[in-house]
């Protein structure tokens, strides 16, 4: 008999039967809520019966349109719904499959249009699991053991993580910027320089968001010597963080967006956006892929953009984040085991500590099993696994916020004493 290889590893022992706004229904017919989205990825809810019915109908009339060859309607309706909510500029677009994907888009682009080698990327960032985004990936060693030799050309320059530093904002932003003018001065020279490749929050890396002025830092410097900035959104973008992209809370402009997750409701599609200038200084016939622009995806998309809208979902994300800050918070301030909470909109992270401070995962992940074994379904992230992270889909009520929170409380309590 076949058997799973131990590659698909789950944290909980939860088999799916079918999936319904915030709560997955499991086959031994308990209700879970469904606090990880699949990791984001079901920004509208599962199931959500427009995006459902929209793909129903797409499947009907035209699974797959290769693009290389044909156009078809459901792509060209979704280019023009995404031109809308796009920061000004960004008005051509490329379509692919996963994240991973979209980030190999964009660092292809930016080698192309700029003619340089290295790309930086910052310390506790994720950008995926192929090799190319693997190598650029810093949020864990686990990412890339055992596959080297990486993709040369990537340099690791420090985020401005005031926790992990035992410092405050404005003095882990001075140093992150000092030291990435020393990167330049010592191992990679502006000039030689592609692309700045960032999260707007570290996902992956423990849910630490950036800062307008680390951001105004990396936008000059990208003006000054011709560096692209590529703005990685595939977990922070589509309303997720209570503004409709990650960085639109630090007032900067990107000049490529990396989209995917959020993006379809759970269907497989991602993307770059870039301008109609930038993206011209592409090699053509040099990106693309059998699958990218599906045609089902991309009704799924379009549905999934107006369902954001009409039911005010960004605005939903902020104001039940701000909920799932406090009480999460609350939680923490009577639990030493929690050193930090910390999050944007829907996108939440309490940092399991021990008493000296270290990453204390073995902690985080009893935690998560208690939740599980209570009926709220978490995912933990950080170098060291020590962060449970809590990221519902942006239908979630108040009513399920409150449920989610009592239950939290009591498997801390239940794995902590507190
Ligand atoms: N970038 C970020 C910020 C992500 O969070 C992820 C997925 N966790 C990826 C890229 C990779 O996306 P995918 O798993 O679809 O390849």
């Given at each position: 008999m076949?058997?799973?290889?131990?590659?698909?590893?789950?944290?909980?022992?939860v088999?799916?039967?079918?999936g319904?706004?915030?709560?997955?229904?499991?086959t031994?017919?308990?209700?879970?809520?469904?606090?990880?989205?699949?990791?984001?990825?079901t920004?509208?809810?599962?199931?959500?019966?427009?995006?459902?019915a929209?793909a129903?109908?797409?499947?009907?009339?035209l699974?797959h349109g290769?693009?290389t060859?044909?156009m078809?309607k459901p792509?060209?309706?979704?280019?023009?719904?995404l031109?809308?909510?796009?920061?000004s500029g960004?008005?051509s677009?490329?379509?692919?499959?996963?994240?991973?994907e979209?980030?190999e888009?964009?660092?292809r682009?930016?080698r192309?249009?700029?003619?340089?080698?290295?790309?930086?990327?910052?310390?506790?960032?994720?950008h995926?699991?192929t090799?190319?985004?693997?190598?650029?990936t810093t949020s864990?060693?686990r990412f890339?053991?055992g596959?080297?030799?990486?993709?040369?050309?990537?340099?690791v320059?420090p985020?401005?993580n005031?926790f992990?530093?035992g410092?405050?904002?404005?003095t882990a932003?001075?140093?992150?910027?000092?030291?990435?003018?020393y990167?330049?001065?010592?191992?990679?020279a502006?000039?030689?320089?592609?692309?700045?490749?960032?999260?707007?929050?570290?996902?992956?890396?423990?849910?630490v968001?950036?800062?307008?002025?680390?951001?105004?830092?990396?936008?000059?410097r990208?003006?000054?010597?011709?560096i692209?900035?590529?703005?990685?959104?595939?977990q922070?973008?589509?309303?997720?963080?209570?503004?409709?992209?990650?960085?639109?809370?630090?007032?900067?402009?990107?000049?490529?967006v990396?989209i995917?997750?959020?993006?379809?409701?759970g269907?497989?599609?991602?993307?770059?956006?870039?301008?109609?200038?930038l993206?011209?200084?592409a090699?053509?016939?040099?990106?693309?892929?059998?699958?990218?622009?599906?045609?089902?995806?991309?009704a799924a998309?379009?549905?999934?953009?107006?369902?954001?809208?009409?039911e005010?979902?960004v605005?939903?994300?902020?104001?039940?984040?701000?909920?799932?800050?406090?009480?999460?918070?609350?939680?923490?301030?009577?639990t030493?085991?929690?050193?930090?909470?910390?999050?944007?909109?829907?996108?939440?992270?309490?940092e399991?500590?021990?008493?000296?401070?270290?990453?204390d995962?073995?902690t985080?992940?009893a935690?998560?099993?208690?939740?599980?074994a209570?009926?709220?379904?978490?995912?933990?992230?950080?170098?060291?696994?020590?962060?449970?992270?809590?990221?519902?889909?942006l239908?979630v009520?108040?009513e399920q916020?409150?449920?989610a929170?009592?239950?939290?409380?009591?498997?801390?309590?239940?794995?902590?004493?507190?």
């Open positions: 076949a058997q799973l290889s131990p590659l698909l590893k789950q944290a909980t022992p088999v799916v039967d079918h319904e706004g915030v709560y997955l229904y499991d031994e017919g308990n209700r879970n809520l469904d606090f990880t989205a699949g990791i984001g990825v920004s509208t809810g599962h199931c959500h019966p427009r995006v459902v929209a129903q109908e797409q499947v009907g009339k699974i290769q693009y060859t044909v078809h792509l060209l309706e979704l280019t023009e719904r031109g809308e909510v796009l920061p960004l008005d677009l490329f379509f692919a499959n996963s994240g991973s979209a980030v888009a964009s660092l682009l930016a192309q249009a700029t003619g340089r080698p290295n790309v930086i990327v910052f310390h506790g960032g994720f995926g699991r090799v190319a985004t693997a190598s650029m864990g060693t890339s053991a596959i080297s030799p990486l993709m040369a050309g990537v340099h320059a985020f401005p005031a992990r530093y410092w405050d904002v404005k932003t001075d140093f992150a910027l000092q030291e990435l003018d990167l330049f001065a010592t191992v990679s502006a000039n030689e320089t592609a692309a700045f490749v960032i999260e707007p929050v570290l996902g992956e890396g423990g849910y968001p950036g800062n307008t002025e680390f951001f105004a830092g990396l936008r000059q990208a003006d000054e010597h011709g692209l900035l590529i703005i990685d959104e595939v922070t973008g589509f309303g997720r963080t209570g503004k409709f992209w990650g960085h639109d809370h630090f007032d900067v402009r990107p000049d490529v990396v995917a997750k959020g993006l379809a409701s269907f497989p599609l991602s993307g770059i956006a870039a301008s109609k200038e993206m011209s200084k090699w053509p016939g040099s990106q693309g892929g059998t699958y990218g622009g599906n045609a089902v995806s991309c998309a379009a549905a999934t953009l107006s369902v954001i809208q009409d005010g979902l605005e939903n994300a902020a104001e039940r984040g701000r909920q799932l800050l406090d009480g999460a918070r609350l939680v923490a301030d009577k030493p085991a929690i050193g930090d909470v910390r999050g944007l909109g829907l996108l939440v992270g309490s399991f500590t021990t008493a000296e401070g270290k990453a995962s073995a985080a992940a935690v998560q099993k208690a939740a599980a209570r009926g709220l379904l978490l995912l933990t992230c950080g170098a060291h696994m020590n962060v449970v992270r809590m990221i519902p889909p239908v009520t108040a916020i409150d449920e929170l009592a239950i939290w409380a009591d498997a801390v309590a239940s794995v902590t004493g507190n």
